[in-house]
């Protein structure tokens, strides 16, 4: 490919799945473009300072001058930031237009913004940054269930773009079972992988849940010989995590369950190198789109809910939908996950569990596409170099 930048400024806001998905895209280019990446985190601010900053003089950055720009990142403590900026485009003799300053979520949003303007760089934002919204970006990469505008700098996404990339599961995979290793007499075609997420405004991952759903999947791995792994969320109830060290206890298709309240490290890329199947719950779309994206077998499984009267309102809104009543914006909470689930559905990319599924070994599905794997990030990262010159 031709075109793109030679210098990736990826910014974070310390969250790890926004950090994940910015990898994804910077990765990609940086595979397509030789592009060096250096990652930058921004300064976490709070209370009133946030709300000014962030919330109110951020609004005036799209339109804002470089020594504009410069005055705000000094003002809400960037100078570092700046600074770091400029020692690693000096030192690379780059010219300010083949810089991309790239970060994912609202917080780090407007730092993406005024150091495109200081420095005279591109600019890239995933996800839809609450005060600034796409238009200040040359590119903004946003799930299509969040209904981004049409606009010729938005890039439309099936899901959330991630950093799994295909070509090095097998190691990560190898370094996994490194760890935890599987039985010798259990194939790749027999190891499965289930992420368990947690809590949220929408969905609810309590013990009584996951001793009556997700019992079925581990004593399905018990009688047909599959070997298990299991990880969870940081947001994932202790209660919920007791009762998953209750359902591992003593069984020997157990060969790992981390859980994230107690081991910071990441085991979801060595699980999707290693397993055929995964299990994955449906309150992360960013696991199901990292499942779905390691081109396995993905199962999604359904969670509780926080609220009747809040799943209520959100069903009362998803039927206006469905009866052309009210436009498919209008879709929030569960029902515009929903609709993403099912446009994967249908794609072949995923199928919701059935718990007939464990009656024997659930492989590969009829239903599941054999073709081209899903990757968002890709595509984001092709979507850039293409319209970098015009940008």
């Not at 790890?16 to 976490?44: C, M, N, Y």
């Not at 003799?93 to 730092?111: I, K, Q, T």
Request: hydrophobic residues 40%; contains cysteine.
């Amino acid at each position: 490919m031709t075109g793109g930048p030679s210098l990736i400024v990826l910014l974070s806001d310390g969250i790890r799945g926004h950090l994940f998905q910015s990898r994804g895209v910077a990765g990609w280019l940086s595979r397509f473009t030789g592009a060096d990446i250096i990652e930058l985190e921004v300064p976490k601010l709070s209370g009133w300072e946030r709300v000014r900053l962030l919330k109110w003089k951020a609004r005036f950055l799209p339109s804002a001058d470089p020594e504009d720009a410069l005055r705000w990142l000094k003002e809400a403590g960037a100078s570092s930031l700046a600074e770091r900026a400029e020692t690693e485009i000096a030192s690379r003799n780059c010219d300010g237009r083949n810089v991309l300053f790239l970060s994912a979520g609202s917080s780090a949003a407007p730092f993406t913004t005024a150091l495109s303007k200081t420095f005279g760089g591109r600019s890239c934002t995933l996800m839809t940054p609450s005060v600034l919204g796409t238009d200040p970006f040359d590119f903004a990469i946003v799930p299509e269930h969040d209904h981004p505008p049409d606009k010729e700098n938005v890039f439309p996404t099936l899901g959330a773009p991630n950093a799994i990339f295909p070509d090095e599961l097998e190691r990560k995979g190898w370094e996994l079972s490194q760890l935890h290793p599987p039985r010798e007499c259990c194939p790749f075609g027999n190891r499965w992988s289930l992420l368990v997420g947690g809590d949220d405004g929408n969905y609810r991952v309590s013990a009584e849940w996951a001793e009556r759903t997700l019992s079925p999947i581990f004593d399905a791995a018990e009688r047909l010989g599959a070997d298990l792994y299991v990880t969870t969320s940081r947001r994932t109830p202790k209660e919920a995590e007791d009762a998953l060290t209750l359902l591992a206890e003593g069984k020997k298709s157990a060969r790992m369950l981390l859980l994230a309240s107690k081991d910071p490290f990441n085991p979801v890329p060595g699980m999707l190198g290693l397993c055929s199947v995964i299990f994955v719950t449906e309150d992360s779309v960013s696991m199901v789109s990292e499942a779905v994206t390691a081109g396995r077998a993905v199962y999604l499984v359904r969670t509780g809910r926080q609220s009747r009267i809040r799943t209520m309102l959100q069903n009362v809104t998803a039927f206006l939908v469905r009866k052309r009543i009210a436009p498919r914006m209008f879709l929030w909470g569960i029902p515009r996950f929903d609709a993403l689930f099912d446009d994967m559905i249908k794609k072949g990319f995923l199928v919701e569990l059935r718990y007939d599924h464990l009656n024997h070994y659930p492989g590969r599905s009829p239903h599941l596409a054999d073709g081209p794997l899903l990757n968002e990030a890709r595509r984001a990262a092709e979507w850039i170099v293409e319209r970098w010159t015009d940008a």
